[in-house]
């Protein structure tokens, strides 16, 4: 089975003279640190995504080891022009103070790429650290795609993806990972938090912490207004549509951008005011006044 899984976030750096050695296992020449510019990359992770699915811890460290090593490019296409980066250590980083929508700790794939400080990179290091370049997706194939609810081959079962069963979501859980093919830099993630890392720090040329701190305020903003939208959506989705599934209308709603959500509220409020058309009150008024023979004296 062969999969795609994007996410969205990341860390950029100078490198390291601590990771020089780990980074020369890859180059033909011995590199300098003047000559490689690094970044983390959060690849994939343990919680149930846009699709629906998610890879198990087991399945992380897996990929942890295939990914060593393998190259990144853009939009999973598979050409040798766009070879930009590859990927020298990853790590599974745990965080069991927040839980996925599986009930879980979550955890997430961590790994480092280096890339050269050539003039063809330059332009491609400063979309890194403007946040331009910032999603990523990892390709991959798996063993075995389980369904969280009866255990058995996901899409065999008479589960649903997305639907809820006796309180549980059903999604696919991935697992035994056979083989990692590269990662991109992808526009839409299916995973919402993969990609390239921040570190908050101040280096030269770079922004301080504190604009750090302003940009991450302006980001929460963001997602709030996203999240506030995809309610309103969802809202005058189940007015237009009774017999809608809202779970999975939610799901889909996930996966689009504002200005899909924007096009989309604007046709489904046409839609609901259709429906439900509004009464002005002077009408109302009037009708009354007819009824009693006193239109004369409305104003």
């Known amino acids: 089975m062969e999969v795609k899984k994007e996410r969205d976030g990341g860390a950029v750096c ?24 690094t970044f983390a990359v959060r690849l994939c992770d343990n919680e149930v995504d846009r699709d629906f699915e998610r890879f198990d811890e087991q399945a992380l460290r897996d990929l942890g080891k295939l990914f060593l090593g ?6 999973h296409r598979w050409s040798a022009e766009g070879q930009t980066a590859r990927i ?26 280096y890339l ?3 003039e063809k990179n330059k332009d491609l290091i400063a979309e890194i650290e403007g946040g331009i370049k910032k ?3 990892v390709g991959c194939s798996v063993k075995k795609s389980v369904c969280s609810i009866c255990g058995g081959e996901s899409g065999t079962c008479e589960h649903v993806r997305g639907r809820t069963y006796g309180g549980r979501l059903c999604f ?14 992808v526009a839409v993630p299916a995973q919402p938090k993969a990609g390239v890392m921040k ?3 101040a280096h030269q040329g770079g922004p ?39 779970t999975l209308f939610a799901g889909m709603a996930e996966k689009l951008e504002e200005g899909e959500l924007l096009e989309l509220k604007r046709s489904l409020e046409s839609r609901v005011n259709r429906l439900f058309p509004l009464q002005p009150q002077l009408k109302q008024m009037e009708s009354k006044a007819d009824e009693n023979g006193e239109s004369a004296f409305l104003i």
Not at 22 to 34: G, Q, V
Not at 88 to 113: F, H, I, N, S
Not at 218 to 245: C, F, H, M, T
């Open 172 to 185: 696919a859980e991935l697992r035994e990972p056979t083989d990692a093919y590269e990662w991109s830099f």
């Open 199 to 201: 570190q908050f720090f």
């Open 14 to 37: 100078a490198a390291a003279d601590g990771e020089l050695e780990e980074i020369n296992r890859f180059a033909k020449a011995e590199l300098t640190a003047e000559q490689v510019y």
């Open 208 to 246: 301080s912490r504190g604009e750090w701190d302003l940009l991450q305020k302006q980001a929460e903003l963001g997602r709030s207004y996203l999240a506030a939208l995809r309610k309103e959506v969802l809202r005058l989705a189940l007015l237009a549509d009774e017999d809608l599934d809202g």
């Open 70 to 75: 393998k190259t990144g490019i853009f939009d």
């Open 116 to 118: 050269l400080c050539s």
């Open 88 to 113: 020298y250590r990853t790590e599974v980083v745990q965080e069991p103070e927040t839980r996925t929508k599986a009930g879980d700790g979550y955890c997430y794939l961590k790994g480092w790429a």
């Open 135 to 137: 999603e990523v997706s």
